[in-house]
């Protein structure tokens, strides 16, 4: 049973895609590929079915630079499977039987290059390890559903697609506008494994404000991972998609600190702000609420990476740490957050969880109120 291509509209166990202004395009690009197998079937089901021990590979990433993979020996052949994080695996979209994880003989995988289709599916190997590992060794949780099994990533998703989606099984990485610039960056690919966590918690919206705060935590998890993973070839920042290359100027895709540098998303919330015309620009408000909560107000370098953050009102912000606001947004997204969801119950319920996390008379939790107002929600 092949892979097929995912709907485009974050409801009942489907995620929205990365870039939702090119999200049609990616998908007549794709169209008539192939059928979809169902959550727990397919990809991640094969890849159980025969399991062995875990072996330790190379990969030469596009996105990752040279990293070290988990991967599985089977029949003397390796598999870009992972026994030791549920069987994930990695799949070419155009494959001759794609639901089928990559092969190869020597376990080294790639040369770094577009020239050999290993590259992109190390990328994207190594990215959701990445993002098992950050939520299993800080949360607890085995896998985005929590159930043990590891997602299947397709990548070469589509032609000249520049986009990346993600489904109840896994997710989809396009090779760019140009097919020469695959969207496998380790904050894309986490930020995909993220849409299918909420999913199976609070189930944020796809459009309006909850849309906004759908993207928002995936863009949240997706830096945390970065920042976790800490790799040479993708030094950790507050920036989304910038090793993604998706307008081919090496420009972020938004800005977690000021998120109107990109020319479209709110810095501060307004009336109306859900009805933007993409959630993605929605997700500006939560974005900065988190980098305000991290690292604070003013001006500041991270990493070598200079950002100067503003407040609604001026008021300065001291930041509790990137660690404990994302505990208090992962705890809110667990037990607060709802479909129903909007800014002013995402203030609630960070509020909550900060309480629940350090008392109510704590730093932390006056921090998530101050970084609320900061950003006009109050």
Known sequence: MRRKKPALVAVAGVSAALIAVQAVQGVAAAAGRAEAPPHGSGPAQAASAAASKAR?????????????????????????????????????????????????????????????????????????????????????????????????MTVHYGRNTADAYSDDNGAFFGDGKDGKNPVTALDVVAHEYTHSLNQATARLASSGEGGGLNE????????????????????????????????????????????????????????????????????????????????????????????????????????????????????????QFTATTDYKGARAGTLKAAAALYGKGSTEYRTVAKAWTAVHVG
């Open 216 to 335: 928002a935590t995936s863009d949240i998890f997706g830096t945390m991972v970065e920042f976790q993973a800490d790799i040479p070839a993708d030094t950790p920042d507050y920036l989304i998609g910038e090793k993604a290359n998706y307008y081919g100027d090496g420009k972020p895709l938004r800005y977690m600190d000021l998120p109107s540098k990109d020319g479209k998303s709110p810095d501060f919330y307004r009336p109306g702000i859900g009805r933007l015309d993409n959630p993605h620009l929605a997700a500006g408000v939560a974005n900065h609420f988190f980098y305000l909560l991290s690292e604070g107000s003013g001006k500041k370098v991270v990493n070598g990476t200079t950002y100067h953050s503003p407040t609604y009102d001026g008021s300065k912000v001291t930041g509790i740490g990137r660690d404990k606001a994302a505990r208090i947004w992962y705890k809110a997204l667990t037990t």
């Open 56 to 152: 330790t590979g190379v990969g030469h990433g596009v996105r990752v630079g040279t990293v070290t993979l988990t991967t599985r020996e089977h029949n003397g052949t390796y598999e870009l499977v992972d026994p030791t994080r549920g069987n994930l695996s990695t799949h070419d979209f155009f494959a001759d039987d794609n639901a089928k994880p990559l092969t190869d003989k020597d376990n080294v995988w790639g040369d770094g290059t577009m020239k050999n289709r290993g590259s992109a599916a190390v990328d994207a190997h190594f990215a959701a390890e990445q993002a098992w590992d950050y939520f299993k060794n800080t949360f607890g949780r085995s896998g985005a559903h929590g159930d043990g099994k590891g997602p299947a």
